[in-house]
């Protein structure tokens, strides 16, 4: 199972947290579900969030990336696969 986790941080703590089923392709669809459910303003989704987000499986949105004045310092989004949690890494950095 594919899960996209909401984190919004205020004051480096994260205040709320929402988590939704996510495909590989539908990750914007389901962030403005997600900020409409949660009554966040939907941030503006640049090509620096596309390659974060491509690359690392996460990213960071600050106030300057919404329309709507907010009262967090950061939305953060990230994608949880399920299966690969159980996954053992063959990294000998990880052999304790």
Not at 16 to 21: G, I, K, R, Y
Not at 51 to 57: C, K, Q
Request: glycine share 2%; proline share 5%; with cysteine.
């Amino acid at each position: 199972m594919t899960r996209l986790w909401l984190k919004v941080i205020t004051n480096h703590r994260i205040s709320e947290n929402f988590t939704a089923p996510c495909g590989a392709n539908d990750t914007h669809d389901v962030l403005v579900d997600m900020c409409k459910q949660a009554d966040l303003p939907c941030p503006i989704w640049l090509q620096k969030h596309e390659v974060e987000f491509a690359r690392f499986r996460r990213t960071a949105f600050l106030p300057e990336h919404f329309i709507e004045e907010v009262s967090f310092d950061k939305l953060e989004i990230e994608y949880l696969d399920d299966s690969e949690r159980h996954h053992k890494s063959d990294d000998p950095r990880n052999q304790f």
